[in-house]
């Protein structure tokens, strides 16, 4: 990915926890690699990172903020949300499952 500018950040400010969203993000890609309902959005490391790239675009100004800039542990849960946000998705014998995926990945 050309700049991961959150993931970074995370990296530098807490390696425990990067360390743990590298965890996820690679646990993530073995889930997505059996995904489901293929004839929507095909999900995995391109799509993923797609969404990391919006992420860090909608923080930038929190992040060049002096006051409200995020927390690691918050740069965390964002990141690992670009991993798994579809994941109601992934449920093969609901036939909503597309419709509803908000609501079962929750």
């Not at 993000?25 to 095909?42: A, D, G, H, P």
């Not at 542990?73 to 994941?87: T, Y």
Request: glycine share 2%; proline share 3%.
């Amino acid at each position: 990915m050309a700049s991961r500018i959150l993931y970074n950040e995370l990296q530098q400010s807490n390696p425990a926890l990067g360390a743990l969203f590298d965890s996820i993000f690679k646990e993530s890609l073995i889930i997505w690699n059996e995904q489901y309902l293929r004839q929507f959005t095909v999900h995995g490391r391109s799509h993923t990172e797609q969404v990391e790239r919006n992420l860090d675009s909608i923080t930038r100004a929190l992040q060049n903020s002096k006051d409200s800039q995020l927390t690691p542990e918050e740069i965390f849960v964002l990141l690992s949300a670009c991993c798994l946000h579809d994941i109601g998705m992934q449920l093969a014998d609901d036939p909503d499952a597309r419709k509803r995926h908000a609501q079962l990945a929750y």
